[in-house]
């Protein structure tokens, strides 16, 4: 267990949807960030927060958005959903300090877009 | 872009050795080696930093050719625990650091 828990664990919903996957960091961490993993693309960073801050962005479409607030815990909004979309999405946290490059993995949440 | 990651899956007896490479096109500031098993989620192995500082958990071994921007993993005596797909994250370091391009994978199995 790493610490970091997400939420819901599986999520199954309709092309056209909106759905909100939620994280919560392992205690003191300040650095969340997200990740999708899918068959064909690997898994892909999409992006990071510090401390409430957009930090780092990747490869992540305008249909997705995602914001971490004061207590920390973060959310990935996914809209206008695809059947491309599926895939499962981890939430990772990482220390600050000398240890900020460890980055602790949430278990996922599947999402299945039907 | 993605890292490059050779051999794509390797099959091993308990005690054997394996060695997983990563090749990046860009220049790097650090690698970052994690593992995942089946139905888990990455593990954080180790990071090998420009300079050659390494830190990780596991006794097992990298290197780092900044020049090349290449890493390898050494898996030595490998252990049925060591199954898993490992992923090699490359970073640019600077305001990306926190970004890691992953790349496809290696796919290690050790068998009894």
């Known amino acids: 267990d790493s610490g970091v828990t997400q939420t819901p664990k599986h999520l199954i919903t309709a092309t056209g949807q909106r759905v909100t996957l939620r994280c919560s960091p392992r205690s003191g961490d300040l650095s969340v960030y997200w990740y999708q993993q899918s068959l064909d693309q690997g898994l892909q960073f999409l992006i990071q927060y510090y401390n409430g801050e957009e930090r780092a962005k990747g490869n992540i479409l305008e249909r997705f958005s995602a914001q971490q607030f004061p207590d920390l815990h973060s959310e990935l909004n996914l809209s206008s959903l695809e059947l491309g979309d599926s895939a499962l999405y981890f939430c990772?946290?990482?220390?600050?300090?000398?240890?900020?490059?460890?980055?602790?993995f949430g278990p996922g949440t599947r999402l299945t877009v039907t | 872009q993605q890292p490059v990651q050779s051999p794509q899956a390797v099959i091993l007896r308990e005690g054997e050795d394996a060695v997983i490479n990563c090749s990046s096109s860009k220049a790097l500031y650090s690698v970052h080696w994690y593992r995942q098993k089946h139905g888990e989620a990455p593990v954080f192995l180790m990071i090998?930093?420009?300079?050659?500082e390494q830190k990780g958990h596991e006794k097992i071994s990298a290197s780092f050719n900044e020049k090349k921007q290449q890493s390898s993993l050494y898996l030595t005596a490998s252990q049925l625990s060591y199954s898993g797909t490992y992923f090699c994250g490359p970073n640019a370091g600077g305001t990306s650091y926190g970004k890691l391009t992953f790349g496809q994978g290696t796919i290690l199995t050790v068998h009894p």
């Open positions: 990772a946290s990482s220390p600050g300090g000398d240890r900020a490059y460890e980055q602790y």
């Open positions: 090998l930093l420009k300079g050659g």
